[in-house]
């Protein structure tokens, strides 16, 4: 059974629940649900190692970062097993990408801190500098979809800028997290600098409540996000969030056609559609919309199915597919589960799906569905794509696909999203600001935007005293 982590030890408390694995729906592990007693003691571990590491030189923990990315390279096949079996991701995935940035988190973070300047103003025989000061005890609040890269997304600058963290993983996915904290006992980390502890909404509540706690950084749902930030309000504790999409993308008819379908391939279909970055609403202008949608649908089908992260998510996706049918939809392709013959057939898989035929004001086009689906829908001119691609309430991401350079600069400057892709989709530059806008959070992530918000300034202004004549 997996253990919290408090204070550098292992922490055996509280009722155990199960995970399963959503390839086959079999349990792979039980872990110990957090009550408000560990979340307390988590806390105040966290509190008592805050002072210490703060007054620690920023190269220092720039140092220690390295070291826990070390960590993380001697660990590996360790940790690409545990998100294997927690999350369903492919192995080439989980090898190339899942893993490999948590590594260049730490590293580059560290890099970033450990070189950032200070600010100084003279004005009338003053001088003004700024220091940054860590916020203090942070509470890290991780989704299931990518939770070791998401974890160490926020933990690598909150760390680096002195505070000390309380994770809370998803219930999903506690596995990497757990071998994390070994990482970190093997790296002898000072004890109370990383704290982890498991449990479902439940235990993420009682850290947010928690009044030793000095800010929140949370990554999932918009729903959640609201009730984190109606409890964070009553202490005015700073909040960073990245949340949910309803991703579009608009194929121009100059575009690389080619391009265009096996790009929209990934960014619709890509862990199962499980990725806060896929799109799930593609605008395609008219004369090339037929071609697109037969060639999408056809590849489509050739897509290899990715299971939901659990039961619960797999019956909410296929319920959206229902949706789709009552509200008039025409479905393309999938629309249903997949039959493997195999152990497959026990876990939690859908089909990819593609659909075409909605108002652009129907449910199936309004909410966040966080399966492997896009509806697709024709255009006319550039000022109607971009009139449907900002009508949604969520403003994440989008990609946008032509070989007109003047339309590509034009066009992204007018969508309503934190991150727009030209002709591929999710490249990421960890020093670039990443976010969304309306419904998909508040704040940004990434490079010096990160360690913004894990520290803040301090101004400190001093009279200069003229010498005599």
């Excluded at 409890?231 to 309803?246: D, M, W």
């Amino acid at each position: 059974m997996l253990t919290h982590f408090i204070g550098g030890r292992p922490v055996a408390a509280g009722p155990g629940f199960p995970v399963h694995d959503p390839v086959t729906g079999l349990v792979v592990r039980h872990v110990h649900e957090a009550d408000p007693e560990v979340a307390d003691r988590a806390v105040r571990a966290a509190r008592e190692a805050a002072r210490d590491w703060a007054a620690m030189p920023v190269g220092e923990r720039a140092g220690w970062m390295r070291r826990l990315a070390e960590g993380i390279e001697e660990r590996f096949d360790d940790l690409v097993a545990a998100e294997i079996a927690d999350t369903g991701n492919p192995l080439d995935q989980t090898r190339t990408l899942d893993v490999p940035r948590g590594i260049a988190n730490f590293r580059a973070f560290a890099e970033m801190a450990a070189q950032r300047p200070e600010e100084a103003f003279h004005l009338s025989g003053t001088l003004s500098y700024t220091v940054r000061r860590p916020l203090g005890v942070v509470a890290v609040i991780v989704p299931w979809n990518l939770p070791f890269l998401l974890m160490t997304w926020k933990l690598a600058p909150a760390l680096v800028c002195g505070n000390t963290v309380v994770v809370k993983p998803s219930e999903h996915t506690p596995g990497s997290a757990a071998v994390f904290a070994e990482i970190c006992a093997g790296a002898g980390l000072p004890p109370g600098v990383v704290n982890i502890v498991f449990g479902h909404g439940s235990a993420g509540q009682l850290l947010v409540e928690h009044p030793d706690v000095d800010a929140v950084t949370f990554t999932g749902s918009t729903r959640t996000a609201a009730a984190i930030m109606r409890t964070a309000a009553q202490r005015v504790k700073p909040i960073s969030f990245e949340l949910g999409g309803k991703n579009a993308g608009l194929v121009f008819e100059d575009c690389d056609l080619d391009r265009a379908v096996e790009g929209t391939v990934r960014s619709a279909f890509t862990n199962g559609g499980q990725v806060c970055l896929c799109t799930e609403r593609m605008y395609v202008q008219r004369p090339i919309f037929e071609e697109f949608c037969a060639r999408l649908a056809a590849r489509a089908q050739e897509v290899e199915p990715q299971p939901m992260i659990s039961a619960a998510h797999r019956d909410k996706v296929l319920s959206y597919y229902a949706l789709a049918r009552s509200e008039g939809a025409k479905v393309l392709a999938g629309g249903g589960v997949p039959v493997f013959g195999d152990h497959r057939d026990g876990g939690y898989y859908v089909e990819p799906t593609v659909v075409a035929g909605l108002s652009e004001w129907s449910r199936f086009n309004r909410e966040e569905i966080f399966g492997p689906v896009c509806h697709v829908a024709p255009f006319d001119s550039e000022a109607e794509a971009l009139d449907l691609a900002n009508s949604s309430e969520y403003g994440l991401a989008a990609t946008v696909w032509t070989t007109s350079l003047d339309r590509a600069h034009r066009v992204a400057q007018r969508l309503e999203a934190g991150q727009v892709w030209v002709n591929t989709w999710d490249v990421r530059d960890l020093r670039a600001p990443f976010g969304g806008v309306k419904l998909s959070g508040i704040g940004r992530e990434g490079g010096t935007r990160s360690l913004d918000f894990y520290s803040e300034p301090t101004t400190i202004t001093i009279k200069l005293e003229q010498p005599d004549a």
